[in-house]
């Protein structure tokens, strides 16, 4: 599918052009320790990004664990984001105990026109249970 985005002083770019997001690996603290994600590059199909992750939980090596992580993120949020804009998201988890994650957070662009900026994710482990990372992504 081809669909134009309207970039703040560039010519129009290719939803293509956004296939492929590279997300930096997050960071947070937890109750006496952290939790450290890393994700695999994301690669778009049909509106949805997806890439396999691996958590590591300091200093609770047991409490480790590695799954799938999917983030809807359709054409017009692409050109929000282009505008420079903040978009929200959602998207899903399952590690590979096949249990569910909710997961939610925004992009920040750097500047309109932008192909990189700041992101918030937050990853419900439970209903009581919110882990949030921020870090930076770059579309390449």
């Not at 480790?64 to 929200?88: I, S, T, Y």
């Not at 590690?95 to 909710?102: C, D």
């Amino acid at each position: 599918m081809m669909v134009a985005l309207a970039w703040a002083t560039a010519a129009p770019v290719r939803a293509a052009d956004f296939e492929h997001l590279t997300v930096e690996p997050g960071k947070t603290s937890i109750y006496i320790g952290t939790v450290t994600i890393t994700m695999t590059p994301f690669r778009r199909d049909q509106g949805v990004y997806a890439a396999d992750y691996r958590a590591k939980v300091f200093p609770y090596f047991f409490a480790n664990e590695h799954g799938w992580l999917k983030v809807d993120f359709n054409d017009e949020q692409l050109a929000r984001l282009a505008r420079g804009e903040r978009v929200p998201f959602t998207g899903r988890a399952e590690n590979s105990e096949k249990e569910p994650r909710h997961v939610e957070g925004h992009a920040t662009p750097d500047a309109p026109g932008a192909k990189h900026g700041k992101i918030k994710v937050r990853v419900f482990v439970t209903k009581k249970i919110e882990l949030i990372f921020n870090t930076t992504y770059r579309f390449e």
